[in-house]
T-cell receptor, first 117, second 111 residues
Framework: GAVVSQHPSWVICKSGTSVKIECRSLDFQATTMFWYRQFPKQSLMLMATSNEGSKATYEQGVEKDKFLINHASLTLSTLTVTSAHPEDSSFYIC?????????????FGSGTRLTVV | DAKTTQPTSMDCAEGRAANLPCNHSTISGNEYVYWYRQIHSQGPQYIIHGLKNNETNEMASLIITEDRKSSTLILPHATLRDTAVYYCIVRVYYNFNKFYFGSGTKLNVKP
């Protein structure tokens, strides 16, 4: 089945630094990937849609200059949290679909736990 | 935004069937219903999806009402490992097929 890999699984960084999270589709090509953020005891919140070869589209209220998304190939999307602050500490999850319209659902990565100190 | 509503939590005895309801009264005719679950600190796991007809796979069954305004996920023989948050999602066909998660149902399977 489809596998989505996220790296790293956890990261601790100092306030003011930037952190990059990778999302890879291991056995399929994904023209579209999605990034989510999840705070403790809350549901997943969609942050942005990552499109291969074009600019990402962000959900309302998500700062595009804060959360930089690059989808340079059909198997890799990256999320960079720039100038991270403690309030950015969260669980970040990506997802992708084998088909363009996701009719068979999306496969999710295992998530990245970001802690900003 | 999420188009679904689910109970906050449910309990189920181990070995019994777990029936998780979901309301999606504003669903459009070509929008699918998906069920995922999330075990603590992991990414969501796909369970099942459907459009109009009832569906069954090795994990669960999905019952969709005739008017499609609600559905029920059935785990036929719940085990302790089925303890998780279960999300019912309507894929937003007109909005780039995005998945918006609602609050989900925390299923507690008890021995």
């Amino acid at each position: 089945g489809a596998v989505v890999s996220q790296h790293p699984s956890w990261v601790i960084c100092k306030s003011g630094t930037s952190v990059k999270i990778e999302c890879r589709s291991l056995d399929f090509q994904a023209t579209t990937m999605f990034w989510y953020r999840q705070f403790p005891k809350q549901s997943l919140m969609l942050m942005a849609t990552s499109n291969e070869g074009s600019k990402a589209t962000y959900e309302q209220g998500v700062e595009k200059d804060k959360f930089l998304i690059n989808h340079a190939s059909l198997t890799l999307s990256t999320l960079t949290v720039t100038s991270a602050h403690p309030e950015d500490s969260s669980f970040y999850i990506c997802s992708a679909s084998q088909s363009d319209v996701g009719i068979n659902g999306y496969t999710f990565g295992s998530g990245t736990r970001l802690t900003v100190v | 935004d999420a188009k679904t509503t689910q109970p906050t939590s449910m309990d189920c005895a181990e070995g019994r069937a777990a029936n998780l309801p979901c309301n999606h009264s504003t669903i459009s005719g070509n929008e699918y219903v998906y069920w995922y679950r999330q075990i603590h600190s992991q990414g969501p796991q796909y369970i099942i999806h459907g459009l109009k007809n009832n569906e069954t796979n090795e994990m669960a069954s999905l019952i969709i009402t005739e008017d499609r305004k609600s559905s029920t996920l059935i785990l036929p023989h719940a085990t302790l490992r089925d303890t998780a948050v279960y999300y019912c999602i309507v894929r937003v066909y007109y909005n780039f097929n995005k998945f918006y998660f609602g609050s989900g149902t925390k299923l507690n399977v008890k021995p």
